[in-house]
T-cell receptor
Framework: GAVVSQHPSWVICKSGTSVKIECRSL??????MFWYRQFPKQSLMLMAT?????????EQGVEKDKFLINHASLTLSTLTVTSAHPEDSSFYIC?????????????FGDGTRLSIL | GENVEQHPSTLSVQEGDSAVIKCTYS??????FPWYKQELGKRPQLIID?????GEKKDQRIAVTLNKTAKHFSLHITETQPEDSAVYFC????????????FGGGTRLMVKP
């Protein structure tokens, strides 16, 4: 149980393109979803926290107009990287939180490797 | 906010030896401390966690110790095996349920056969 599905797993696109990444909790309802970015050989850096039906809370230094987060339901959150540029190339990971799903508090998706040419 | 420091950044051990990774945190309100193992290109996997009401927890070859007074916690892996090679991250949160994790910088563990 407590499975989080993240799609796509790998995206390669041209500079200027917008890319949407989906994060779904398959067998539980997530009260909160988190979006992380991980550059090569670095740690996971929290980008934003989203709660269903409300605006996402962005961490300092993360542009909310560039990284659009939508959390329309308790099982789906999306991250859209708008007008992506090579410096946005990274590994993006979502996680879903609910106090009742499994014995670990955050359940991670498999991640999306984004490469901007 | 919370700040988590992790050392060492890289660790190389011989198969069968023990490995120890240490983390310190800044927020005295933190009360939940998970450890994750991440293989290249994959999701972080929870391997062990500890809550502030205990000082030590063990699961087979893996153990975690917590010193709340000094605000540090450590991961101990005994009888290391090549498949233990990965990047390990510690994390801390002030929310007892694990919300809003702050991660350490990671330790790349290499176990040489």
């Amino acid at each position: 149980g407590a499975v989080v599905s993240q799609h796509p797993s790998w995206v390669i696109c041209k500079s200027g393109t917008s890319v949407k990444i989906e994060c779904r909790s398959l067998d539980f309802q997530a009260t909160t979803m988190f979006w992380y970015r991980q550059f090569p050989k670095q740690s996971l850096m929290l980008m934003a926290t989203s709660n269903e039906g409300s605006k996402a809370t962005y961490e300092q230094g993360v542009e909310k107009d560039k990284f659009l987060i939508n959390h329309a339901s308790l099982t789906l959150s999306t991250l859209t990287v708008t007008s992506a540029h090579p410096e946005d190339s990274s590994f993006y990971i979502c996680s879903a939180y609910t106090p009742t799903a499994g014995n670990q508090p955050q359940h991670f998706g498999d991640g999306t490797r984004l490469s901007i040419l | 906010g919370e700040n988590v420091e992790q050392h060492p950044s890289t660790l190389s051990v011989q198969e069968g030896d023990s490995a120890v990774i240490k983390c310190t945190y800044s927020d005295s309100a933190s009360n939940y401390f998970p450890w994750y193992k991440q293989e290249l290109g994959k999701r972080p996997q929870l391997i062990i966690d500890i809550r502030s009401n205990v000082g030590e927890k063990k699961d087979q070859r893996i153990a975690v110790t917590l010193n709340k007074t000094a605000k540090h916690f450590s991961l101990h892996i005994t009888e290391t095996q090549p498949e233990d090679s990965a990047v390990y991250f510690c994390a801390a949160t002030a929310n007892n349920a694990g919300n809003m994790l702050t991660f350490g910088g990671g330790t790349r563990l290499m176990v040489k056969p």
